[in-house]
């Protein structure tokens, strides 16, 4: 009669199992941060998970969307983006733990007195990374995986790569992404041919894209415009 195999033996196994897995899945996601740091997306996660809940009430909706390279979004909207979501984005490695630390004491403050406004500690190469693979759910998985992903990003890619393509697939309204398809619904320009100040509220609407693309003149987008267009000015960018 063949010894049954011991618990050990079994949880070890699974362990081991569990674990190539995920090194696998970690490779495959690798893998892709290196196609993109020479490729150019043509959608992201956090678009077709949008594309899909639009379609939940328009079967034909379709995303407004058109890859720009670097050399042709208006510097102004570099700096604006930067002066309002990291502004320490050329210097830092990816992450920065204090903001992120903040950021939670603040949002545990705000559940506790019953506050829906919550703060994100996130930099533009967090953001990247949640957009371009991952989605806007919140939970520690997801959190934890973006913060790998985010350390690849920045391993990989040079900080111009990782402003490019930010500015290309970040969310600026409804079905709308990236800096040409926000300069054209908004301004009906191309993304070369913003102004300053067209440029900072476009960066003081990201927080927020689907709300400000209804509502875009609240007091609070016109003088966080009003900020921005002060702050951009000291910005450096790659």
Do not use: C
Request: zero cysteines.
């Amino acid at each position: 009669m063949a010894r049954p195999r011991s618990w050990f033996r079994i949880v070890t196994g699974a362990l081991m199992a569990l674990l190539s897995l995920l090194l696998i899945y970690e490779l495959a996601m690798f893998s892709m941060v290196v196609w993109y740091a020479y490729r150019d997306p043509g959608s992201s996660a956090i678009m077709r998970q949008e594309l899909s809940r639009l379609r939940e009430t328009n079967p034909k909706a379709e995303l407004s969307y058109t890859w720009v390279p670097y050399d042709r979004i208006n510097t102004s909207l570099k700096r604006a983006v930067i002066a309002s979501e990291d502004a320490n984005f050329t210097e830092h490695d990816g992450v920065e733990w204090d903001a992120i630390r903040k950021a939670w004491e603040y949002n545990h403050e705000q559940q506790a007195e019953g506050r829906s406004k919550l703060r994100g500690g996130s930099t533009i190469t967090q953001q990247l990374a949640k957009n371009l693979f991952l989605s806007s759910s919140r939970s520690y998985l997801r959190k934890g995986q973006e913060l790998v992903l985010t350390y690849m990003i920045e391993h990989v890619m040079p900080k111009e790569r990782i402003l490019e393509l930010y500015l290309n697939v970040a969310e600026w309204g409804v079905g709308v992404f990236g800096a040409e398809a926000a300069a054209r619904h908004y301004y009906g320009i191309s993304a070369a041919s913003l102004g300053a100040s067209q440029s900072a509220r476009l960066a003081a609407m990201l927080p927020n894209p689907r709300y400000y693309d209804k509502h875009r003149n609240t007091s609070y987008l016109n003088s966080r415009t009003a900020t921005l267009l002060r702050r951009m000015r000291m910005v450096d960018i790659p």
